[in-house]
């Protein structure tokens, strides 16, 4: 089973940019990183098929870049253009089955969690 490791986060402020970073052990059908903040449902942010596919929510849309490197064993989340609302506990999650783009930021369709990594926006 895939054991995803999350890194990267930390406290930046408003309109500054963070990079997170997911090492596995190997790279599944779909790679995904999604973000619980505090009272809030978990939310799904971006996924990666094995093949390339890449799904956005609206939300980070533009602002926020999913990939991995060449050797597939670093999954990425690059973050622009913060917001105080983008503050959250973020998780990598791995999926056996890519379901395609209108399921691919559904939590349940992955069955590998990290434990998290916390990304503070201050304005």
């Known amino acids: 089973q895939v054991q995803p490791g999350e890194s990267g986060g930390g406290s930046v402020r408003t309109g500054e940019s963070l990079t997170l970073s997911c090492a596995a052990s190997?790279?599944?059908?779909?790679m995904a990183w999604f973000r619980q903040a505090p009272g809030k449902e978990r939310e799904g942010v971006a996924a990666?098929?094995?093949?390339?596919?890449?799904m956005y929510a609206d939300s980070v849309r533009g602002r926020f870049f999913i990939s991995r490197d060449a050797a597939k064993t670093t999954l990425y989340l690059r973050m622009t253009n913060l917001k105080p609302e983008d503050t959250a506990m973020y998780y990598c999650?791995?999926?056996?089955?890519?379901?395609?783009?209108?399921?691919?930021?559904?939590?349940?369709?992955?069955?590998?969690w990290g434990q998290g990594t916390q990304v503070t926006v201050s304005s």
């Open positions: 999650a791995a999926g056996d089955v890519w379901y395609g783009l209108g399921d691919a930021l559904r939590s349940p369709l992955y069955n590998s």
């Open positions: 990666l098929a094995y093949y390339g596919s890449q």
């Open positions: 190997e790279f599944t059908d779909a």
